[in-house]
């Protein structure tokens, strides 16, 4: 079957850890995304990444980091530099071949930092 | 720059009844993508639909129906018949054209908590 997959579904971290999320597809899709979801609000763009080994920012990136080493893989990592990495992460890709923009969404990762 | 605004917060309703879920929407691009996604308790998003802004006919699906309005910038959603399983958070969102051939990201609005209580 193919989809996305994240892990791990929740994560802990105490504070001043860097801590990296999984992202991996395998529906050949060229484009990939990271998003934060807090309580009661939409979900903000951290990162993009349309080709392997380029990556953009996006709204919210100060304090995260990520790499496109392979096609199906976008990890996160998520620094001591962001002030309040509680939330919930999703990524999400999308064939740059369609002209629609539809966006496939892993399960999601919820990190809690103690 | 595009933004998504859903002035919904919250909505309860009781089981059978009709609801619209608002979504109204900020672009400067004449070319552009509508969508809207479901997001159960779980978390996931389940893409529900997309519509692009030179096509304005609105869309059916079982008990799902969206509204599209360009002269008002809404792209409004109406389950009808509602069921305790419709719970969840919906999201309106917002894509603007490819650029030299990438994607930007989508512009999510705040979500939208739908309750149907038995």
């Known amino acids: 079957d193919g989809g996305i997959t994240q892990s791990p579904k929740y994560l802990f971290r105490k504070e001043g850890q860097n801590v990296t999320l999984s992202c991996e597809q395998n529906l050949n899709h060229d484009a990939m995304y990271w998003y934060r979801q807090d309580p009661g609000q939409g979900l903000r763009l951290i990162y993009y990444s349309q080709i392997v080994n380029d990556f953009q920012k996006g709204d919210i990136a100060e304090g995260y980091s990520v790499s496109r080493e392979k096609k199906e893989s976008f990890p996160l990592t998520v620094t001591s530099a962001q002030k309040n990495p509680t939330a919930f992460y999703l990524c999400?890709?999308?064939?740059?071949?369609?002209?629609?923009?539809?966006?496939?969404f892993g399960p999601g990762t919820r990190l809690t930092v103690l | 720059a595009q933004k998504v605004t859903q002035a919904q917060t919250e909505i309860s309703v009781v089981e059978k009844e009709d609801v619209t879920l608002d979504c109204v929407y900020e672009?400067?691009?004449?070319?552009?993508?509508l969508f809207w996604y479901k997001q159960p308790p779980s978390g996931e998003l389940v893409f529900l639909i997309r519509?692009?802004?030179?096509?304005?006919q609105n869309e059916i699906s079982g008990r799902y129906s969206w509204n599209f309005q360009k002269s008002t910038s809404s792209f409004n959603f109406t389950i009808t018949a509602s069921q305790v399983v419709d719970s969840a958070v919906y999201f309106c969102?917002?894509?603007?054209?490819?650029?030299?051939?990438?994607?930007?990201?989508?512009?999510f609005g705040k979500g939208t908590h739908l309750i149907i209580q038995p």
């Open positions: 999400a890709s999308t064939d740059r071949g369609r002209t629609n923009n539809e966006q496939f």
């Open positions: 969102a917002l894509s603007e054209a490819f650029r030299l051939g990438g994607a930007d990201g989508l512009t």
């Open positions: 519509r692009n802004s030179f096509d304005e």
């Open positions: 672009t400067r691009d004449t070319t552009y993508y």
